[in-house]
T-cell receptor, first 112, second 110 residues
Protein backbone atom coordinates (compact mmCIF):
# COMPACT_ATOMS: atom_id res chain seq x y z
CA UNK A 1 0.00 0.00 0.00
CA UNK A 2 1.11 3.54 -0.75
CA UNK A 3 2.30 5.24 2.42
CA UNK A 4 -0.38 7.83 2.98
CA UNK A 5 -1.84 8.73 6.34
CA UNK A 6 -4.69 11.07 7.13
CA UNK A 7 -5.29 12.57 10.54
CA UNK A 8 -7.54 12.77 12.36
CA UNK A 9 -9.70 9.92 11.11
CA UNK A 10 -12.80 11.30 12.78
CA UNK A 11 -13.61 14.74 14.09
CA UNK A 12 -16.69 16.42 15.48
CA UNK A 13 -16.61 20.16 15.91
CA UNK A 14 -18.86 23.19 16.11
CA UNK A 15 -19.80 25.74 13.49
CA UNK A 16 -17.38 28.63 13.35
CA UNK A 17 -14.34 26.80 14.68
CA UNK A 18 -11.18 26.35 12.61
CA UNK A 19 -10.29 22.82 11.54
CA UNK A 20 -7.10 21.46 10.02
CA UNK A 21 -6.80 18.07 8.40
CA UNK A 22 -3.41 16.56 7.71
CA UNK A 23 -2.25 14.30 4.91
CA UNK A 24 1.18 12.74 5.28
CA UNK A 25 2.93 10.64 2.63
CA UNK A 26 6.11 8.62 2.69
CA UNK A 27 6.28 8.04 -1.09
CA UNK A 28 7.92 11.32 -2.11
CA UNK A 29 5.18 11.81 -4.71
CA UNK A 30 4.91 15.16 -6.42
CA UNK A 31 1.12 15.53 -6.58
CA UNK A 32 -1.21 15.66 -3.61
CA UNK A 33 -4.96 16.22 -3.60
CA UNK A 34 -7.81 16.90 -1.23
CA UNK A 35 -11.31 15.69 -2.13
CA UNK A 36 -14.60 15.66 -0.36
CA UNK A 37 -17.12 12.88 -0.82
CA UNK A 38 -20.81 13.45 -0.28
CA UNK A 39 -23.76 11.19 -1.14
CA UNK A 40 -24.80 11.67 -4.74
CA UNK A 41 -21.74 13.74 -5.66
CA UNK A 42 -18.92 11.28 -6.04
CA UNK A 43 -15.57 12.87 -5.22
CA UNK A 44 -15.06 16.57 -5.76
CA UNK A 45 -11.63 18.16 -5.84
CA UNK A 46 -11.06 20.88 -3.25
CA UNK A 47 -7.40 21.80 -3.77
CA UNK A 48 -4.35 20.11 -5.14
CA UNK A 49 -0.60 20.56 -5.06
CA UNK A 50 1.98 19.90 -7.76
CA UNK A 51 5.00 20.61 -5.59
CA UNK A 52 6.18 22.28 -2.41
CA UNK A 53 4.41 25.63 -2.07
CA UNK A 54 2.67 25.03 -5.43
CA UNK A 55 -1.06 24.67 -5.00
CA UNK A 56 -4.17 25.36 -7.02
CA UNK A 57 -7.91 25.38 -6.54
CA UNK A 58 -10.30 22.62 -7.45
CA UNK A 59 -14.01 22.80 -8.19
CA UNK A 60 -15.19 23.28 -4.58
CA UNK A 61 -12.45 25.39 -3.00
CA UNK A 62 -14.57 28.09 -1.34
CA UNK A 63 -14.15 28.01 2.44
CA UNK A 64 -10.97 25.93 2.28
CA UNK A 65 -7.28 26.72 2.20
CA UNK A 66 -4.25 24.49 1.88
CA UNK A 67 -0.56 24.56 2.55
CA UNK A 68 2.35 22.39 1.52
CA UNK A 69 5.62 23.42 3.09
CA UNK A 70 7.20 19.97 2.78
CA UNK A 71 6.87 17.28 0.12
CA UNK A 72 5.36 14.86 2.57
CA UNK A 73 2.65 17.01 4.17
CA UNK A 74 -0.46 18.61 2.68
CA UNK A 75 -2.73 20.44 5.11
CA UNK A 76 -6.36 21.34 4.51
CA UNK A 77 -7.82 24.12 6.66
CA UNK A 78 -11.40 25.14 7.18
CA UNK A 79 -10.98 28.65 8.54
CA UNK A 80 -14.49 28.83 10.00
CA UNK A 81 -16.30 25.53 9.66
CA UNK A 82 -19.92 25.44 8.49
CA UNK A 83 -22.42 22.59 8.59
CA UNK A 84 -22.24 22.33 4.78
CA UNK A 85 -18.64 21.19 5.17
CA UNK A 86 -19.72 18.04 6.98
CA UNK A 87 -18.32 15.35 4.74
CA UNK A 88 -15.77 12.61 4.28
CA UNK A 89 -12.45 14.05 3.17
CA UNK A 90 -9.94 12.03 1.18
CA UNK A 91 -6.35 12.82 0.47
CA UNK A 92 -4.69 11.30 -2.58
CA UNK A 93 -1.18 11.23 -4.04
CA UNK A 94 0.40 10.46 -7.38
CA UNK A 95 3.93 10.77 -8.76
CA UNK A 96 3.18 11.57 -12.39
CA UNK A 97 0.28 12.69 -14.51
CA UNK A 98 -0.35 9.28 -16.05
CA UNK A 99 -0.80 7.03 -13.09
CA UNK A 100 -3.74 6.44 -10.85
CA UNK A 101 -3.98 8.27 -7.57
CA UNK A 102 -3.50 6.47 -4.27
CA UNK A 103 -5.99 7.40 -1.61
CA UNK A 104 -5.77 7.73 2.14
CA UNK A 105 -8.34 6.14 4.43
CA UNK A 106 -10.38 9.31 4.74
CA UNK A 107 -11.41 11.69 7.52
CA UNK A 108 -15.01 11.80 8.61
CA UNK A 109 -15.75 15.37 9.66
CA UNK A 110 -18.99 16.39 11.35
CA UNK A 111 -19.76 20.04 11.99
CA UNK A 112 -22.62 20.67 14.37
CA UNK B 1 -16.06 22.68 -17.42
CA UNK B 2 -15.54 18.95 -17.71
CA UNK B 3 -18.56 16.83 -16.90
CA UNK B 4 -18.32 13.11 -16.26
CA UNK B 5 -21.50 11.06 -16.29
CA UNK B 6 -21.79 7.47 -15.23
CA UNK B 7 -24.75 5.24 -15.81
CA UNK B 8 -26.40 3.53 -14.30
CA UNK B 9 -25.91 5.01 -10.84
CA UNK B 10 -27.33 1.92 -9.20
CA UNK B 11 -27.14 -1.60 -10.54
CA UNK B 12 -28.53 -4.75 -9.01
CA UNK B 13 -27.65 -7.92 -10.79
CA UNK B 14 -27.67 -11.64 -10.23
CA UNK B 15 -24.59 -13.73 -9.88
CA UNK B 16 -23.44 -15.14 -13.17
CA UNK B 17 -24.85 -12.34 -15.29
CA UNK B 18 -23.01 -9.87 -17.47
CA UNK B 19 -23.40 -6.12 -17.46
CA UNK B 20 -21.71 -2.90 -18.57
CA UNK B 21 -21.21 0.40 -16.78
CA UNK B 22 -20.80 3.47 -18.95
CA UNK B 23 -18.74 6.58 -18.38
CA UNK B 24 -19.26 9.55 -20.70
CA UNK B 25 -17.28 12.76 -20.52
CA UNK B 26 -17.66 16.14 -22.12
CA UNK B 27 -14.19 17.34 -23.19
CA UNK B 28 -11.17 15.89 -24.89
CA UNK B 29 -9.03 13.63 -22.76
CA UNK B 30 -7.08 10.46 -23.35
CA UNK B 31 -6.52 9.57 -19.72
CA UNK B 32 -9.19 7.76 -17.80
CA UNK B 33 -9.12 5.78 -14.58
CA UNK B 34 -11.47 3.34 -12.90
CA UNK B 35 -11.59 2.98 -9.13
CA UNK B 36 -13.44 0.73 -6.73
CA UNK B 37 -14.75 1.71 -3.31
CA UNK B 38 -16.15 -0.71 -0.75
CA UNK B 39 -18.63 0.69 1.80
CA UNK B 40 -16.90 2.81 4.42
CA UNK B 41 -13.54 2.30 2.78
CA UNK B 42 -11.13 4.21 0.61
CA UNK B 43 -10.78 4.04 -3.15
CA UNK B 44 -8.48 1.63 -4.90
CA UNK B 45 -7.29 1.83 -8.46
CA UNK B 46 -8.59 -0.76 -10.92
CA UNK B 47 -7.58 0.37 -14.38
CA UNK B 48 -5.53 3.04 -16.09
CA UNK B 49 -6.49 3.79 -19.70
CA UNK B 50 -4.12 6.15 -21.50
CA UNK B 51 -4.97 6.02 -25.18
CA UNK B 52 -7.79 5.57 -27.65
CA UNK B 53 -8.71 1.93 -27.95
CA UNK B 54 -7.02 0.94 -24.70
CA UNK B 55 -8.43 -2.20 -23.14
CA UNK B 56 -7.49 -3.59 -19.75
CA UNK B 57 -8.74 -6.75 -18.07
CA UNK B 58 -8.48 -8.06 -14.55
CA UNK B 59 -10.45 -11.13 -13.60
CA UNK B 60 -14.13 -10.58 -14.35
CA UNK B 61 -13.70 -6.88 -15.13
CA UNK B 62 -12.70 -5.36 -18.43
CA UNK B 63 -12.36 -1.64 -19.14
CA UNK B 64 -12.08 0.11 -22.48
CA UNK B 65 -11.64 3.66 -23.73
CA UNK B 66 -12.95 5.33 -26.89
CA UNK B 67 -11.58 8.87 -26.85
CA UNK B 68 -13.38 9.86 -30.04
CA UNK B 69 -16.74 8.99 -28.53
CA UNK B 70 -15.58 10.27 -25.12
CA UNK B 71 -16.75 7.01 -23.63
CA UNK B 72 -15.32 4.37 -21.36
CA UNK B 73 -16.99 1.12 -20.41
CA UNK B 74 -16.48 -1.24 -17.51
CA UNK B 75 -17.77 -4.68 -18.41
CA UNK B 76 -18.58 -7.25 -15.78
CA UNK B 77 -18.54 -10.89 -16.80
CA UNK B 78 -20.31 -13.58 -14.77
CA UNK B 79 -20.73 -11.38 -11.71
CA UNK B 80 -19.95 -12.70 -8.25
CA UNK B 81 -20.90 -11.28 -4.85
CA UNK B 82 -17.35 -10.05 -4.20
CA UNK B 83 -17.76 -7.52 -7.00
CA UNK B 84 -20.40 -5.64 -5.00
CA UNK B 85 -18.97 -2.14 -4.53
CA UNK B 86 -19.16 1.38 -5.93
CA UNK B 87 -17.21 1.97 -9.12
CA UNK B 88 -15.96 5.39 -10.17
CA UNK B 89 -14.51 6.58 -13.42
CA UNK B 90 -12.24 9.61 -13.35
CA UNK B 91 -11.12 11.66 -16.35
CA UNK B 92 -7.81 13.47 -16.19
CA UNK B 93 -7.55 16.92 -17.73
CA UNK B 94 -4.31 18.72 -16.90
CA UNK B 95 -1.61 18.91 -14.26
CA UNK B 96 -2.76 15.60 -12.86
CA UNK B 97 -6.27 16.85 -12.07
CA UNK B 98 -9.08 14.34 -12.39
CA UNK B 99 -12.82 14.82 -12.44
CA UNK B 100 -14.80 11.92 -11.01
CA UNK B 101 -18.16 10.57 -12.02
CA UNK B 102 -20.80 10.14 -9.34
CA UNK B 103 -20.16 6.43 -9.09
CA UNK B 104 -22.11 3.27 -9.88
CA UNK B 105 -23.18 1.22 -6.89
CA UNK B 106 -23.22 -2.42 -7.87
CA UNK B 107 -25.03 -5.05 -5.86
CA UNK B 108 -24.61 -8.66 -6.90
CA UNK B 109 -27.27 -10.98 -5.54
CA UNK B 110 -27.11 -14.77 -5.31
Amino acid sequence: DAGITQSPRHKVTETGTPVTLRCHQTENHRYMYWYRQDPGHGLRLIHYSYGVKDTDKGEVSDGYSVSRSKTEDFLLTLESATSSQTSVYFCAISDTETVAQHFGDGTRLSIL
Amino acid sequence: ELKVEQNPLFLSMQEGKNYTIYCNYSTTSDRLYWYRQDPGKSLESLFVLLSNGAVKQEGRLMASLDTKARLSTLHITAAVHDLSATYFCAVETNAGKSTFGDGTTLTVKP
